[in-house]
């Protein structure tokens, strides 16, 4: 495998909403840098990225993919990302281990929502970035009308490095403003240089003035030279340019039509022109394990061992497949690293590079080079792997919260047997799943950022560790309490031929403030009930409040005072007061006005300003009371509180009413009072189910 030093790698994500065409422009720039011999295509399950069956089946990216491209000297590392809002996931740790990002946008339908939130957590994250236009060569296909719609939505000058040759059926290439040479494909997909035809030499002049005042923008001496008037050269262009796009100051753009092979070439070039190479980056700001304080890593190949675990891959037959990115020092393989976060030693085998599902076998990967091990124990997505003698815990990987979730119910009891084991190693390859068992409801639940999240999940969970499911939405974890006080008594007496059971329990029911949780209180007088009687009694209530009385929810803030009962001499015993606790409870409730309570939720919402409106409407309709507005940025973020059984299929609303631009975050609050014509249906729908058990 040919060696590249620092300066001569680049690390790229694809990323653009589904439908865009960026893993058939993946394929395409391997094909153009003579990596694979055949043209992968999506549409007819032959992609190098798109290699799951999963993938394979729905024609689109479900995962993301490691390849890499040999161009000009250089190797072109790229991640292949799924474009559904709900998969966004699998973004945030492709972006942490890259240096830039291609934004893929349909020349049809244009800057998508899902496509601009990837370009916020790039820009978070500093990198470089750049537009390919895709797809010129469809019927209603448009370029310059999305130049001014870019432009808004980035907030920065959107500067074209291409020009189109025609639109649609007549779309024939590229000019490339900076060569001054056009780009068109020949017959076999492979990219060819010719002369400017004469009828866009206009247009061309007009680009490159375009482009030489965004160069400017990015040095201050360029800029200097530009306001005198004096013309910038090939080279003061492109240095300019570099500089700009680096920090984030212009958003160039590119066209093609990567189905056709038309712009891969000229995407390579401009990948090497314009990203930086890692060893370029600055030093990366870590911290000391178990600590605050903070280390600066250098991003150097002589330095100790410092990379970051940015994927995991589950197999129940290889075991897990990990991809990391070394950004100082160099990992062999058959040696052994440190694991920060868990502070354990790992044994490496065979290190990887990745083309997609394929492998080759490497000796070591150094900084700037992402690569892939089998088999470790102790290392998770996010985790940081570092070198003898050195120890440093990189930032955590972010991750969207959950907006979905789903009751799970293995099918059979085999299913039950590994379910759990299952589901565990599916939110290890995917940590924007959770998985928990809800104390309050007893169900286990499956959380995701969307429907498809889910069923893709459980898509995987079937196909690889064959464990089937059942899904139903989740129970809401209300609870019951009372607002008034009742006395009631609670008898419990059998008698089955010897020794029978008798015990009487008498109990005061009352309501205590929100929050309060339960209080037992014995005020027994005299001998009514004897001491060693009455943590029996305590028991019984306990052990039926957990079910709740009206509606089958537990029982909270309110007290139970124990103030009278009788026992037998013979005949009382431990059970016999469990049960009177139980039936005085029973007894009590309903008569002191029971009510039931809902948990409410701490929602952040943030959304383009236009939809605001919306919304907020949208909240009003779920019982939401809406707290306030603030700008943050470009958007605009709604706090509110609101009931948590509204909130289960909001993602999906959400994304609907904002095109998929939308976002949203909650925290459990606190609990309210159920309105009553809301509660009603519940109590009658426990009742019912009640009865047919």
């Known amino acids: 495998m040919k060696l590249f030093a620092p300066d001569k790698m680049r690390n790229v994500v694809l990323a653009g909403q589904a439908g865009c065409g960026k893993t058939t422009l993946a ?5 153009s840098a003579g990596m694979v011999n055949r043209f992968g295509k999506v549409a007819d399950g032959t992609s190098h990225f798109d290699t799951e069956p999963e993938e394979i089946a729905r024609k689109s990216s479900v995962f993301s993919t490691t390849g890499y491209a040999e161009w000009k000297g250089y190797r072109i590392t790229v991640i292949d990302t799924p474009g559904f ?81 025609g639109a649609s059926e007549s779309f024939s290439g590229a000019i490339d403003v900076l060569s001054g040479k056009a780009m068109n494909a020949d017959e076999t997909g492979k990219e060819q240089q010719t002369e400017i035809p004469d009828e866009y030499t206009d247009e061309y002049e007009i680009a490159r003035e375009a482009l030489a005042e965004a160069a400017a923008e990015g040095d201050d001496e360029l800029l200097e030279k530009y306001l005198d008037g004096q013309g910038l050269t090939d080279q003061e262009i492109l240095s300019g340019l570099r500089s700009a796009i680096a920090d984030g100051k212009v958003m160039p753009v590119l066209c093609g039509a990567a189905e056709k092979g038309i712009g891969t070439s000229g995407l390579l070039d401009s990948i090497l022109k314009f990203f930086p190479a890692p060893c370029e980056f600055p030093p990366l700001v870590a911290r000391k394990p178990n600590s605050d304080e903070e280390l600066t890593v250098e991003r150097s190949p002589e330095g100790p061992l410092t990379a970051l675990a940015f994927k995991t891959v589950a197999d129940p037959y290889v075991g897990r497949l990990t991809y990391f990115r070394v950004f100082s020092g160099t990992l062999k393989s058959d040696s052994e690293f440190h694991s920060s976060n868990r502070g354990q030693k790992e044994r490496i085998g065979q290190l990887y590079l990745m083309q997609g599902k394929e492998n080759s076998p490497v000796a070591s990967v150094t ?75 007893g169900e286990t639940l499956l959380a ?6 889910l069923s893709l999940a459980i898509e995987r969970a079937k196909r690889k560790f064959g464990v089937e499911v059942d ?3 989740p ?50 007088v005299g001998a009514a ?38 026992e037998h001499p013979v005949d009382s015993n431990d059970i016999s007061f469990q049960m009177a606790g139980r039936l005085a409870l029973e007894a009590a409730v309903p008569l002191a006005q029971p009510y039931l309570l809902e948990p409410i939720m701490d929602v952040d919402i943030t959304v383009p300003e236009e939809n605001i409106g919306d919304v907020i409407g949208d909240l009003n309709s779920r019982r939401g009371r809406v707290l306030g507005t603030e700008q943050v940025g470009e958007t605009q973020v709604v706090r509110a509180q609101v ?49 047919q058990n």
């Not at 020794?499 to 005061?508: D, K, L, R």
């Not at 009455?534 to 309110?558: C, L, Q």
């Not at 095109?659 to 426990?686: D, L, T």
């Open 27 to 31: 394929d395409g720039m391997l094909y």
């Open 85 to 165: 809002p709900d998969l966004l996931g699998s973004i945030p740790g492709p972006l942490a281990v890259v240096e830039g990002v291609v934004l893929v946008i349909s020349a049809v339908d244009g800057l998508a929502g899902q496509t601009k939130r990837t370009w916020d957590m790039a820009k978070r994250n500093g990198l470089a970035g750049l537009v390919f236009v895709n797809r010129m060569d469809n019927d209603r296909a448009e370029f310059a009308a999305h130049l001014g719609t870019m432009k808004q939505r980035f907030g920065i000058p959107v500067v074209p490095l291409q020009i189109p040759m």
């Open 367 to 441: 900084a700037g080079e992402i690569a892939a091990v089998a088999k470790l124990e102790h290392t998770n997505t996010g985790h940081t792997m570092c070198g003898e003698g050195s120890s440093a815990v990189l930032p955590e990987l972010v991750y969207p919260r959950p907006s979905v979730w789903l009751a799970v119910h293995p099918k059979t009891r085999a299913d039950e047997d590994k379910m759990g084991i299952s589901l565990r190693r599916l939110v290890e390859e995917d940590p924007s799943l959770q998985f928990y068992r809800d104390q309050g409801t």
């Open 448 to 453: 995701g950022l969307g429907d498809s999240h």
């Open 471 to 473: 899904t139903t939405l």
């Open 475 to 524: 129970k809401v974890p209300y609870k019951e309490t009372v607002r008034g006080k009742a006395d009631a008594e609670g008898k419990h007496k059998k008698q089955t031929g010897g020794a029978g059971q008798f015990a009487v329990a008498v109990v005061e029911v009352s309501g205590l403030p929100r929050g309060s949780g339960f209080e037992f209180e014995n005020n027994i």
């Open 529 to 566: 009930i004897s001491t060693k009687y009455v943590p029996s009694v305590e028991k019984g209530v306990r052990d039926r409040m957990v079910r709740g009385i009206i509606a089958g929810y537990p029982m909270t803030d309110f007290k139970v005072r124990l103030h009278d009962g009788k």
């Open 643 to 691: 009931p948590l059984a509204e909130l289960y299929r909001y993602g999906a609303d959400l994304r609907s009413m904002t095109r998929g631009e939308g976002s949203f975050a909650m925290e459990f609050a606190h609990y309210e009072e159920v309105p009553s014509h809301v509660a009603e249906p519940i109590i009658a729908q426990a009742k019912k189910d009640k009865e």
